[in-house]
């Protein structure tokens, strides 16, 4: 079973900063496509940042030179890095994972995502 293991999030000022992490398996890690999604109350789940097995990486326009995908190889781990965080941030941030032959870009859409972690929640006042 896929497992996706999300740490992170909580609350911050605008122009704050936060980190989001997601572990998973070596096999997921090296081989799938992996992303965050977020969802606001009353809104769709849409896609913030995807990378690829390669490192490749894309990001949403709203999040751009504000959102850095990273990773630690030795701990299958990879962050979202959230600077300059705006109230239009605030949603619940999902890690999801899609399988090596998918559309790996954030504009994929979450049908392509095959597995997802259970989420955390980002809330930035003004």
């Known amino acids: 079973q896929v497992q996706l293991v999300e740490s992170g999030g909580g609350s911050v000022q605008a122009g704050g900063s936060l980190r989001l992490s997601c572990a998973t398996s070596t096999y997921i890690y090296r081989t799938y496509c992996m992303g965050w999604f977020r969802q606001a109350p009353g809104k769709e789940r849409e896609g913030v940042a995807v990378i690829d097995s390669g490192g490749s990486t894309t990001y949403a326009d709203s999040v751009k030179g504000r959102f850095t995908i990273s990773q630690d190889n030795a701990k299958n781990t990879r962050y979202l890095q959230m600077n300059s965080l705006k109230p239009e941030d605030t949603a619940r941030y999902y890690c999801?994972?899609?399988?090596?032959?998918?559309?790996?870009?954030?504009?994929?859409?979450?049908?392509?995502?095959?597995?997802w972690g259970q989420g955390t929640q980002v809330t930035v006042s003004s």
């Open positions: 999801a994972a899609a399988p090596p032959w998918s559309d790996c870009t954030v504009v994929a859409g979450r049908d392509v995502f095959r597995y």
